[in-house]
């Protein structure tokens, strides 16, 4: 079935990382030293259990204060497929770290704590799931150990989640919501025996039986390098290389180079000294075009045909604000998707997200860090007019600070005027 990206989401102290450190430690994942030395700093701490956390808290300020600053992946696998988790941590000021962390997953597991049901940080990480278009979300109510394993405190936490997803739908997610004890282990691996009430799967069964969504665009790849060896052998050859992106490409498939929307075909596709009649998404190559066409780093070759539609020098978005700087109407940045960078500027402020992200606060003259707003952006060149709903990888930017170099925002397109 593949590898599966899992992101984890919650507020701080939700027990993100003892979940992880318990998936480990039950698929039997956890290399003997790294086992011994959670048993050893759990003794010397005089806790009666494995500290399960430590599995993941890499950096010496997490060990110290029992929390997660920056994301770390962890890799481990089961007889039926192989994961990487990326372990975002959990508090407002790491914000742009569980963003970071969650746009390449596939499956996002957000964490409430029983005792305190949906907070603020509940509304934040989802919201950022739903913007990243998470087709499967696992809502793990967990420390049922806490609250006596209730059925009831489960049912309060799950009923408030629905409210946010009544107001924010997306076609064909899958939501499950799971009550757990990370630290005991409960419906973590195994399905429990501590909530009879509860008869659904644990985490572990429903990685193990998600499906990765199809690409929704045509094949495309976007240029990281023009090869020309003028070597005796390859003395005329002209290839494009990069990583080919949803779905496979072929020999003789048309292709439209954006922005020029100049037309061609693919002639070869070469890896590693050998051609090959076609390539799957995800493969690194380089290709070569039946027309001598003037080809850049950042260009776009994609299976399409050529229209001026797919292209646009404005852009709707929405922001996520990940910079101390505030962002302010009119300011000039640097607008890069993929190996592509151009100029831009920020033509309006439409509106942003309110603390419970419940509703829109309109008539805004700033964007501060970990806010999450409507903007209208004027690109100096022309762009893909592609949404993110369309492609995860055309329909997604980063902004930069010109000035300061700070990779300031992540942006996803809506829409094109």
Same mark, same amino acid.
Not at 31 to 51: F, H, N, T
Not at 241 to 260: F, N
């Given at each position: ?103 390449? #997953? ?28 998470? #087709? ?282």
């Amino acid at each position: 079935m593949g590898v599966l990206k899992i992101a984890t989401a919650g507020s701080v102290d939700d027990g993100k990382s003892t979940l992880i450190g318990r998936l480990l430690y039950d698929t039997k994942s956890l290399p003997i030293d790294k086992l011994q030395a959670i048993k050893d700093s759990s003794e010397r701490k005089g806790y009666d259990y494995l500290d399960l956390s430590l599995a993941t808290d890499g950096l010496v300020a997490e060990r110290e204060q029992g929390i997660t600053i920056d994301v770390a992946h962890i890799y481990f696998s089961t007889p039926d497929r192989s994961y990487i988790i990326a372990d975002a941590p959990g508090h407002i000021e790491y914000t742009r770290n569980m963003i970071t962390g969650a746009s390449t #997953s596939q499956i996002s597991i957000i964490l409430i704590d029983a005792r305190k049901g949906v907070v603020e940080q509940t509304f934040r990480h989802f919201y950022i799931n739903h913007l990243l278009q998470t #087709s499967d979300l696992i809502v793990a109510v967990n420390k049922m150990d806490l609250v006596d394993y209730k059925e009831s405190a489960f049912a309060k936490a799950e009923q408030a989640f629905q409210q946010l997803l009544a107001k924010h739908q997306l076609p064909h997610r899958k939501v499950y919501f799971i009550p757990v004890s990370a630290l005991k282990g409960d419906n973590v691996v195994h399905t429990s025996i501590t909530m009879p009430w509860y008869h659904g799967p644990s985490i572990l069964q429903v990685l193990s039986q998600v499906e990765t969504a199809a690409p929704l665009v045509q094949s495309f790849l976007q240029v990281q390098n023009v090869i020309r060896p003028k070597t005796q052998k390859y003395h005329d050859y002209r290839g494009f290389a990069g990583r080919i992106k949803g779905d496979q490409l072929k020999v003789g498939d048309p292709v439209t180079v954006l922005p020029s929307l100049k037309k061609s075909v693919v002639e070869a596709i070469h890896f590693n000294g050998e051609n090959f009649e076609a390539a799957p998404a995800g493969s690194s190559v380089s290709i070569s075009l039946q027309d001598d066409l003037n080809v850049d780093r950042g260009d776009i070759l994609i299976k399409t045909e050529a229209s001026d539609s797919l292209l646009t020098k404005n852009i709707t978005a929405t922001l996520c604000w990940m910079d101390t700087q505030p962002l302010v109407d009119k300011k000039k940045m640097w607008l890069q998707y993929g190996t592509q960078r151009i100029m831009c500027r920020v033509e309006q402020l439409i509106s942003k997200k309110s603390t419970d992200f419940q509703s829109d606060v309109t008539d805004i003259k700033q964007l501060h860090l970990n806010d999450i707003g409507q903007i209208k952006i004027k690109t100096s060149k022309p762009v893909p007019s592609i949404s993110f709903n369309q492609s995860r990888d055309l329909g997604r930017f980063i902004l930069i600070d010109p000035v300061s170099k700070n990779t300031s925002a992540v942006g996803f397109v809506e829409d094109h005027t």
